[in-house]
């Protein structure tokens, strides 16, 4: 059974920093893309960025380029999401998920985390 | 970067009646790479539908999915309890990826 389990609720001050993961189970980790999706309480999804853990090859959307940093630790077969500098504004439920297939980059997230709310606040 | 408008906001039915959802692309999707997600409260999203009208594995016929282009729709047949739920598509022909804004399907 392919899983994707998440790190535990975290609350923080604006300006700590925080590393969140999602570890693979049940599927070759190194094979599929794998990204994070944030939702704002009462928001909709938005899409983060993916990575590909064979060669850690990135991409982020341009709304948190720069802001977060997406990782993996294939010898644990764990994405990671993290941030230098937290603002109130990354208070929010972060989702995990994976892609559907491996032949490329198109394709849709099939399987999900089950998410991990972070909350920053002074 | 694609923006996807879904409509509507809101839709109120009753169990058993057929809802029609609607999911407008700001250019168009690159090989009809289109997504539909269902999501129910804090849970995470279940994929739908894919490639505008693929089924994922495990999802009930009476979700069926259309379009091309730029506009693109997700037809719920016979609603059952159990589907009154956000919706939201997602392209993923270009990147960034994007999301639509989600259409809230609630029991009238």
């Known amino acids: 059974e392919i899983q994707l389990v998440q790190s535990g609720a975290e609350v923080k001050k604006p300006g700590e920093s925080l590393k969140i993961s999602c570890k693979g189970s049940g599927y070759k980790f190194h094979n599929f893309w794998i990204g994070w999706v944030r939702q704002v309480p009462g928001q909709g999804l938005e899409w983060m960025g993916v990575?590909?853990?064979?060669?850690?090859?990135?991409k982020y959307s341009p709304s948190f380029e720069g802001h977060v940093t997406i990782s993996v630790d294939k010898s644990n077969n764990t994405a990671h999401l993290q941030w230098s500098s937290l603002r109130a504004s990354d208070s929010a439920m972060y989702f995990c998920?994976?892609?559907?297939?491996?032949?490329?980059?198109?394709?849709?997230?099939?399987?999900w985390g089950q998410g991990t709310l972070v909350t920053v606040s002074s | 970067e694609i923006v996807l408008t879904q409509s509507p906001g809101t839709l109120s039915l009753s169990p058993g009646e057929r809802a029609t959802l609607f999911c407008r692309a700001s250019?168009?999707?690159?090989?009809?790479?289109l997504a539909w997600y269902q999501q129910k409260g804090g849970q995470a999203p279940r994929l739908l539908i894919f490639g505008a009208s693929s089924r994922a594995t495990g999802i009930p016929d009476r979700f069926s999915g259309s379009g091309s282009g730029t506009d693109f729709t997700l037809t719920i047949n016979r609603l059952e309890p159990e589907d009154f739920a956000m919706y939201y598509c997602?392209?993923?022909?270009?990147?960034?990826?994007?999301f639509g804004g989600g259409t809230k399907v609630e029991i009238k």
């Open positions: 990575i590909y853990p064979g060669d850690s090859d990135t």
């Open positions: 997602q392209q993923y022909g270009s990147s960034p990826r994007t």
């Open positions: 998920a994976r892609q559907f297939g491996n032949s490329g980059y198109d394709y849709p997230f099939k399987h």
């Open positions: 250019q168009s999707v690159s090989s009809n790479y």
